[in-house]
């Protein structure tokens, strides 16, 4: 019998992971699985780049938009949800597709998440005082100090994963990266893992054009909307902290988006780099013709079938 195979694509944004998703799910006629933690929220839609309805209708996707922008929801959360909802669907299906520019929470469900110890909670309370006072910057350049690792890897834009690496960093006088996938778990289906890549003029281009198109379909309308939400975790994320700093008048609307296209490359670089770390991936060319994609895909499938 044939194992269960899920198929993971992988790359930096705006690469097309999404398009190559859907053209493998249609091929195997199966599911997607997003593991992009932007893509998680109901009220958040223009700037995490969620599938259009006519890619949502061509196959069926899980975990998009499917809790609130209120809702407490951990990677934790999204690990135990992601292998319920994969066990349900390798009993109609072979392969399964899952697709997602969020590191951690791709690895979440093909390792399973590491065991960190313990630490002082008032480690962490002090954490979000210096955030407060200090600002981001601060606790960034202390976690390049800690840990270089982490921080070539990490969104450092995500406050709630920032503190989290530094407080076990501080806590235990290691680094927050030394404790990852010490022990990953065995799963119950095999991982392909199809990587697109570009050069990396190619990648910072595609994403300023799609931040501009985001611009254009209501991004700042979008962002004003979620203002009076603006402490959330949630929120704290590239192409809304930027805006928001706009509607304080803290700076320009000109700049507000010369900084979302900034921070989305500089996220794509540590996507990159958390990428270069991951082994036995495939790779294509983002500009590889769909059917050579497939099919290279099935001979791969076969190979590792034997």
């Keep these: 019998m044939k194992p269960k195979t899920l198929i993971t694509v992988l790359g930096p944004t705006a690469i097309g992971k999404t398009a190559l998703a859907i053209e493998l799910a249609r091929h195997f006629n199966t599911q997607i699985i997003s593991s992009d933690s932007r893509q998680f929220y109901k009220e958040m839609y223009i700037g995490t780049a ?14 998009i938009q499917h809790i609130s922008i209120h809702d407490p929801y951990s990677v934790g959360d999204f690990e135990i949800e992601a292998i319920n909802t994969l066990e349900q669907l390798f009993n109609f299906n072979d392969i399964v597709v899952m697709a997602g520019g969020s590191g951690l929470y791709n690895r979440a469900v093909t390792e399973g998440l ?15 005082l210096q955030l407060e006072e200090e600002g981001i910057e601060v606790l960034q350049r202390q976690l390049q100090t800690l840990d270089p690792v982490s921080y070539s890897s990490m969104d450092l834009q995500n406050t709630r994963r920032l503190i989290r690496a530094l407080e076990i960093c501080i806590g ?88 979302i296209k900034k921070n989305t490359r500089r996220f794509a670089k540590r996507q990159l780099t958390w990428l270069n770390k991951e082994e036995d991936i495939h790779w294509f060319d ?18 590792d079938s034997q």
Excluded: C, W
């Excluded at 895909?297 to 076969?302: G, P, R, S």
């Design 50 to 63: 969620v599938p259009s309805l006519s890619e949502l209708e061509a196959v069926q996707h899980h975990f």
């Design 114 to 128: 590491d065991d960190f110890p313990k630490v002082d909670s008032e480690i962490r309370t002090a954490l979000n």
């Design 172 to 259: 235990t006088g290691k680094p927050f990266s030394s404790f990852l996938n010490h022990n990953p778990q065995q799963r119950s289906f095999r991982t392909l893992k199809i990587g697109l890549t570009a050069e990396r003029s190619v990648i910072y281009d595609r994403i300023n054009k799609r931040v501009d198109i985001m611009m254009e379909n209501g991004l700042l309308e979008e962002a004003k909307s979620l203002y009076p939400y603006r402490h959330l975790n949630a929120l704290q994320t590239v192409g809304y902290k930027e805006l928001f700093e706009f509607f304080e008048g803290n700076v320009s609307l000109e700049f507000a988006v010369s900084e």
């Design 286 to 303: 983002f500009k590889t013709p769909h059917r050579i994609r497939t099919d290279k895909v099935i001979e791969i499938l076969n190979d």
